[in-house]
């Protein structure tokens, strides 16, 4: 699985867009990205994938630039209960993920 | 469609004994998998059946480690001679071959070995 790249930490304020990058340059040709977020003390949770195309599901936005050796999960009003650890994974179909550090994102009143 | 379960949600051991966690996944997802999260780290991947077939394990997985899914439903990890090391959060999860990009994590097992 190709790794992934993401900064340790990050902040936003409340009812803000929360823009969260990662970078996977060495991403191959049939490597989906996925972003898991994981509040605390719970189990990791799904929010959304893709391929190369952009692609928004009710939790969020996903952009993947056109070389896909980056992309960014965007909440677009970020709310106290967003705070959580996101995770950005690359891999093929089934198998299992591969998680990083992934970046502490923390939302402020 | 109650999500994934484990059981028990916390457990305190003792060096040296064996210890068991269960898995029960969503109903009809046929894949589950096993991870261990230790403090301030990522989840990391320990097993994967299809059904009631092991068809991957990580090296993370020592001999004192054995997981089971009899009948392709719930799965069992059983630790043997704990180690301090072993003190973690134990992680289930599962997907179905409709949805196979997404895996249902429970909400995990945290061992802490004394």
């Known amino acids: 699985d190709a790794k992934t790249t993401q900064p340790t930490s990050m902040d936003c304020a409340e009812g803000r867009a929360a823009n969260l990058p990662c970078n996977h340059s060495?991403?191959?040709?049939?490597?989906?990205v996925y972003w898991y977020r994981q509040i605390h003390s719970q189990g990791p949770q799904y929010i959304i994938h893709g391929l190369k195309n952009n692609e928004t599901n009710e939790m969020a936005s996903l952009i993947i630039t056109e070389d896909r050796k980056s992309s960014t999960l965007i909440l677009p009003h970020a709310t106290l209960r967003d705070t959580a650890v996101y995770y950005c994974i690359v891999r093929v179909g089934a198998q299992k993920l591969v998680f990083g550090q992934g970046t502490r994102l923390t939302i402020n009143p | 469609d109650t999500g994934v379960s484990q059981d028990p949600r916390h457990k305190i051991t003792k060096r040296g004994q064996n210890v068991t966690f269960r898995c029960d996944p969503i109903?009809?997802?046929?894949?589950l998998y096993w991870y261990r999260q230790t403090l301030g780290q990522g989840p990391e991947f320990l097993t994967y059946f299809q059904n009631e077939a092991q068809l991957e394990k990580s090296r993370l997985l020592s001999d004192r480690f054995s997981a089971e899914r009899p009948k392709g439903s719930f799965s069992t990890l059983e630790i043997q001679r704990t180690e301090q090391g072993d003190s973690a959060m134990y992680l289930c999860?599962?997907?179905?071959?409709?949805?196979?990009?997404?895996?249902?994590f429970g909400p995990g097992t945290r061992l802490t070995v004394t």
């Open positions: 109903s009809e997802h046929n894949r």
């Open positions: 999860a599962s997907s179905s071959a409709g949805t196979i990009y997404e895996q249902y």
């Open positions: 060495t991403i191959s040709g049939n490597e989906y």
